[in-house]
């Protein structure tokens, strides 16, 4: 009950297209779900982050849209740049406890210019 | 404002040795989690420490252990080096031991310590 699955596994876009990473978890304690952005090398860094009492939560480019009944959350990366080229991971995590962050397996973006 | 900081940044050691990492949390954050990345995985949940105290562990070996100091920074060890060992080692900080309340459980990483056992 502690993994969370991510999908696609890797995913190219044309710069300017839509880019979705999706997740699904299930442990429903779960009550925060954050994304990270990881380049090569680097340690991942904060994206976003929802809680399951919205359904969608926007920062710039980046949207979160959560489906709480089926347990399902996404990010969308509205006109992806080569940039924005890197890791995604998705997590999730149960409040109450200590912060123990379960983690996707992540998904390897390319944006092509 | 300084982010988390780990040391070293590379470390090479052979099977059997022990290997020790530091970590120092952003300025403010009481609590340190360690996890574990390989190469192609999600980090992997090693160890959360708050207030110099164990407050929960992962899936790892007894050859894992760590420490919290009064200055909030924080060691992993890992003894008997084996070669599976080989990862990415993060430390993250939050604000808070549990994560309660927006935000207080938010984890900010590190750039990690690259290990490679041989």
């Known amino acids: 009950q502690q993994q969370v699955k991510q999908s696609p596994q890797s995913l190219i876009v044309q710069k300017g297209g839509i880019s979705i990473i999706n997740c699904a978890y299930e442990?429903?304690?779960?009550?925060?779900f954050p994304w990270y952005q990881q380049f090569p090398g680097k340690g991942p860094a904060l994206l976003i982050a929802?809680?399951?009492?919205?359904s969608e939560k926007k920062e710039g480019r980046f949207t979160i849209s959560f489906n709480k009944s089926a347990k399902q959350f996404s990010l969308h990366i509205m006109d992806s740049q080569p940039g924005d080229s890197a890791t995604y991971f998705c997590?999730?995590?149960?409040?109450?406890?200590?912060?123990?962050?379960?983690f996707g397996a992540g998904t390897r973006l390319a944006v092509h210019p | 404002d300084a982010g988390v900081t780990q040391s070293p940044t590379h470390l090479i050691k052979t099977r059997g040795q022990h290997v020790t990492l530091r970590c120092s949390p952003i300025?403010?954050?009481?609590?340190v989690s360690w996890y574990q990345q390989v190469l192609g995985q999600g980090p992997q949940f090693i160890f959360q420490?708050?207030?110099?105290?164990?407050?929960g562990r992962g899936n790892f070996p007894d050859r894992f252990s760590a420490r919290q100091f009064p200055n909030y920074s924080s060691e992993l060890n890992v003894n008997a080096l084996l070669l599976g060992d080989s990862a990415l080692y993060l430390c993250?900080?939050?604000?808070?031991?549990?994560?309660?309340?927006?935000?207080?459980?938010?984890?900010?990483f590190g750039p990690g310590t690259r290990l490679t056992v041989l």
């Open positions: 997590g999730g995590m149960f409040s109450g406890g200590y912060n123990k962050l379960i």
């Open positions: 929802i809680r399951p009492d919205v």
């Open positions: 300025s403010g954050h009481k609590s």
């Open positions: 993250a900080s939050s604000l808070a031991g549990l994560a309660g309340g927006p935000g207080s459980g938010t984890q900010y």
């Open positions: 420490y708050y207030e110099k105290e164990e407050r």
């Open positions: 442990n429903t304690a779960f009550d925060y």
